[in-house]
């Protein structure tokens, strides 16, 4: 599975975005699905996620209340709102079927202040 991540860039703080994370060759049907972030100099973070076989989402404390996970067919969203300049990172999808685990090449998100 590759994944392609998208809709970062450059915005101020209480602003929005929806970032995007596109599969090639196949649907999500029976993956978990999930947003990372990683920030210059820490660790990368867990966002949001969709269970497997569920439409369930659960979120890392950093997102609950701002950020909403969804799925498509082939299409994993993260809505973000209320942005604020400590959300700054490169903001990266993940898709898990068993022992399998693909990375999209992440998207830049900056907030201003």
């Known amino acids: 599975v590759q994944l392609q991540a998208s809709g970062g860039g450059l915005v101020q703080a209480g602003g929005s975005l929806r970032l995007s994370c596109a599969a090639s060759?196949?649907?999500?049907?029976?993956?978990?699905t999930g947003w990372f972030r990683q920030a210059p100099g820490k660790e990368r973070e867990f966002v949001a996620g969709i269970r497997r076989m569920s439409d369930s989402p659960f979120y890392g404390d950093s997102a609950k209340g701002r950020f909403t996970i969804s799925q498509g067919a082939d299409t994993v969203y993260l809505l973000m709102n209320n942005l604020k300049p400590e959300d700054t990172a490169v903001y990266l999808c993940n898709a898990r079927h068993g022992a399998s685990n693909y990375w999209g090449q992440g998207t830049l998100v900056t907030v201003s202040s």
């Open positions: 060759g196949r649907t999500f049907g029976d993956y978990a």
